[in-house]
């Protein structure tokens, strides 16, 4: 397990420092736009966090498979930044691995009413979910 220093609201900053726009238009950009290749200056700011990141993601799994002798096979992603638009789909291209979004809600009883709406904001309460499930096992 390894997390790095990746946040949706880094990304929103970044990208409202680069376009010279309000910290709450970048957001909007950014959740209604994310990595989409039509709207070019918002996908090349946003592209080049996510090239940084993938570079970190490699030499982690580089590392791992120099000093245990296995292979990364995948990667989770985590947290509200987890959920820019094509995000996973380009991790997954670029690193040549498989993605998946954490899923805290996975192991949790809840009304079925509920399970499309926790399946979408679950990347964003992975750790929130962590913590509570960790105190009810004390």
Request: proline share 3%; hydrophobic share 45%; with cysteine.
């Amino acid at each position: 397990s390894f997390s790095f220093d990746f946040s949706s609201v880094g990304l929103s900053k970044e990208l409202s420092l680069a376009l010279q726009i309000s910290l709450q238009e970048a957001e909007t950009l950014k959740m209604r736009f994310g990595l989409d290749p039509q709207r070019e200056d918002v996908n090349k700011v946003l592209l080049n966090r996510v090239e940084l990141l993938a570079g970190e993601i490699e030499k982690v799994c580089l590392n791992f498979y120099q000093h245990e002798g296995k292979k990364v096979d995948g990667v989770v992603l985590s947290g509200g930044a987890s959920l820019l638009f094509g995000f996973k789909e380009y991790l997954g291209t670029r690193l040549k691995k498989e993605v998946w979004q954490a899923s805290p809600f996975d192991s949790i009883i809840f009304p079925d009413v509920l399970g499309a709406r926790l399946k979408k904001i679950g990347p964003s309460f992975g750790i929130a979910v962590g913590t509570a499930l960790m105190a009810a096992d004390a």
